[in-house]
């Protein structure tokens, strides 16, 4: 299994530490697995799986089929939460626009001092969105 686990962080472009720290186990643990001093837990393989739904069970345990399962996981990777699932597509026609609304005295104060980039015909920024590694997205106005 060690070296299925060394070929998906091949295939995903991942450093050991990188991917402890995604999946939540201890570095040190990735390295005793993958020099070979010890076998993957079952906390760990589910954490793995858990964290990576496309990647195939079957393929990691026994080393049989695929590395990634033939259909995507309805619930995403993790890096793709599915944090707007009720949410449709966007079209040309029908743009998605997700508001919230928040008071100009919450904004913190660096954020307002933040310049806002204009294009040539100087454009004023409307809102400033930030994107948490949590899946969660604060909007902030500037009017």
Do not use: C
Not at 13 to 40: E, W, Y
Not at 45 to 73: F, H, N
């Amino acid at each position: 299994m060690k070296d299925r686990i060394l070929h998906f962080l091949s295939l995903e472009k991942l450093t050991s530490t990188r991917f402890a720290d995604l999946i939540g186990v201890q570095r040190s643990g990735v390295s005793h697995i993958l020099a070979g001093r010890n076998k993957p837990s079952f906390d760990f393989i589910e954490k793995m799986l858990l964290a990576y739904p496309t990647l195939s069970a079957e393929w990691l345990l026994l080393g049989k089929g695929e590395v990634y399962k033939s259909t995507p996981s309805p619930k995403g990777t993790f890096f793709e939460p599915k944090l707007f699932d009720s949410v449709p597509a966007p079209t040309a026609e029908q743009p998605i626009s997700v508001e919230v609304e928040v008071e100009k005295s919450a904004m913190p104060e660096k954020m307002s001092a933040i310049p806002v980039l204009a294009q040539e015909n100087e454009q004023e920024a409307e809102q400033v969105a930030i994107f948490y590694r949590n899946g969660t997205v604060r909007v902030y106005k500037t009017q």
